[in-house]
T-cell receptor, first 112, second 115 residues
Framework: TQLLEQSPQFLSIQEGENLTVYCNSSSVFSSLQWYRQEPGEGPVLLVT?????EVKKLKRLTFQFGDARKDSSLHITAAQPGDTGLYLCAGVRGGSNYKLTFGKGTLLTVNP | GAGVSQSPSNKVTEKGKDVELRCDPI?????LYWYRQSLGQGLEFLIYFQGNSAPDKSGLPSDRFSAERTGGSVSTLTIQRTQQEDSAVYLCASSLGVGGFYEQYFGPGTRLTVT
């Protein structure tokens, strides 16, 4: 059983469209992170959310942490081809401030 | 400055052989992590080193896997008697510390293929 479920697994859209990626769990996380990974590279941290209900914006990307700290979403407005990549959510559970549990990722392709 | 580096970038080995994967963390980072990324499984935590503390080996999948961190810097992940299911990308990350939550910086990974 995957602790963090990401959906959708694959997403192919046209430039200019909006999209949302979801990260869900039945467990509570003390913090949750979103990463973006490109082929042949390691994941790069986009944002960390720590407070239930927290919303953070990074240009066209909006991240939200659920009130109960069990789920999160990533919304991209007016997607661009440069947004193409594997988006990963990862959480830290209480009792460990370093061990990241990752979702399987959402592979996003933005077509020009 | 230099990021996390890993070598080799690709490794093809025969089943049953031993392999060593190397990680050079960012200078000054006291925490070092190894992860495995395989198709269908996502990223899995393997092992964590912090300073001179005993490492957290709770993610190592079997006793064929071991890791060392010498002098608080370079780390080597060793897989003995490799099996085909060991084929994956092995990622190393380092962070400045672990108080609160410090960002983990990932290397590009080593792609291991066991034939």
């Amino acid at each position: 059983t995957q602790l963090l479920e990401q959906s959708p697994q694959f997403l192919s859209i046209q430039e200019g469209e909006n999209l949302t990626v979801y990260c869900n769990s039945s467990s509570v996380f003390s913090s949750l992170q979103w990463y973006r990974q490109e082929p042949g590279e390691g994941p790069v941290l986009l944002v960390t959310v720590v407070t239930g209900g927290e919303v953070k914006k990074l240009k066209r990307l909006t991240f939200q942490f659920g009130d109960a700290r069990k789920d999160s979403s990533l919304h991209i407005t007016a997607a661009q081809p440069g947004d193409t990549g594997l988006y990963l959510c990862a959480g830290v559970r209480g009792g460990s401030n370093y061990k990241l549990t990752f979702g399987k990722g959402t592979l996003l392709t933005v077509n020009p | 400055g230099a990021g996390v580096s890993q070598s080799p970038s690709n490794k093809v080995t025969e089943k049953g052989k031993d392999v060593e994967l190397r990680c050079d963390p960012i200078s000054g980072h006291t925490a070092l992590y190894w992860y495995r990324q395989s198709l269908g499984q996502g990223l899995e935590f393997l092992i964590y080193f912090q300073g001179n503390s005993a490492p957290d080996k709770s993610g190592l999948p079997s006793d064929r896997f071991s890791a060392e961190r010498t002098g608080g810097s370079v780390s080597t992940l060793t897989i003995q008697r490799t099996q085909q299911e060991d084929s994956a990308v092995y990622l190393c990350a380092s962070s400045l510390g672990v108080g609160g939550f410090y960002e983990q910086y990932f290397g590009p990974g080593t792609r291991l293929t066991v034939t």
